[in-house]
């Protein structure tokens, strides 16, 4: 059982480059989210999904876009690259009872140069 | 909108001293408490929770009571172990009609401590 997946782990992009970031989960989770990581942030929602076919804006979701076309996948796509970006990425998911917590993938880690 | 306040850190502490992490939080309607834990060089795992006034959640000898009329939810262990080093994330999820709201955190506060 597989969990979360991130891919990639790490990626370096210059500005202007566009990328997407692949979240995937093995366990049948309704809700997906994709979080941004900062130094003395914590952890800012940029968008997320509640089922297939689905997603909506989080509190930072400007110059990201998603699509969550498949239940077990997320997609996360930086269509313009900005040093600003700079940034860890996690993605979690979770069932429709979020008692049982979010699970998380162990991040990305993205640079803009 | 709902936001969630925890002490800053980092916080350092010798083997099997007291640990509190202060965590308060504002909410417009009912939420849910959690503190989550990260690891170095992973994800945040749920450590623990409680959906209600009063509770209290627990997990690896880590404690935390939901205490609606001070809205605060500081996260307490007795005894800490080098391997408690990690950061610590309270967070908050609040009710709505359309269901529960994604996670708020708070900025976390990293704990190391030394044998």
Request: glycine share 10%; charged share 20%; aromatic share 12%.
């Amino acid at each position: 059982n597989a969990g979360v997946t991130q891919t990639p782990k790490f990626r370096v992009l210059k500005t202007g480059q566009s990328m997407t970031l692949l979240c995937a989960q093995d366990m049948n989770h309704e809700y997906m989210y994709w979080y941004r990581q900062d130094p003395g942030m914590g952890l800012r929602l940029i968008h997320y999904s509640v089922g297939e076919g689905t997603t909506a804006k989080g509190e930072v979701p400007d110059g990201y876009n998603v699509s969550r076309l498949k239940k077990q996948n997320f997609l996360l796509g930086l269509e313009s690259a900005a040093p600003s970006q700079t940034s860890v990425y996690f993605c979690a998911s979770r069932l429709r009872d979020q008692n049982y917590g979010y699970t998380f993938g162990s991040g990305t880690r993205l640079t803009v140069v | 909108g709902d936001s969630v306040t925890q002490m800053e850190g980092p916080v350092t502490l010798s083997e099997e001293a007291f640990l509190t992490i202060n965590c308060t939080y504002t909410a417009t309607g009912y939420p849910s408490l959690f503190w989550y834990v990260q690891y170095p060089g992973e994800g945040l795992q749920l450590l623990l929770k409680a959906t209600k006034a009063d509770d209290k959640g627990s997990n690896k000898g880590f404690e935390a009571t939901y205490r609606k009329e001070t809205t605060s939810f500081h996260l307490e262990k007795g005894s800490v172990q080098v391997s408690d080093s990690a950061v610590y994330f309270c967070a908050l999820s609040d009710y709505a009609p359309s269901g529960n709201t994604p996670l708020v955190f708070g900025k976390g506060t990293r704990l190391s401590v030394i044998a």
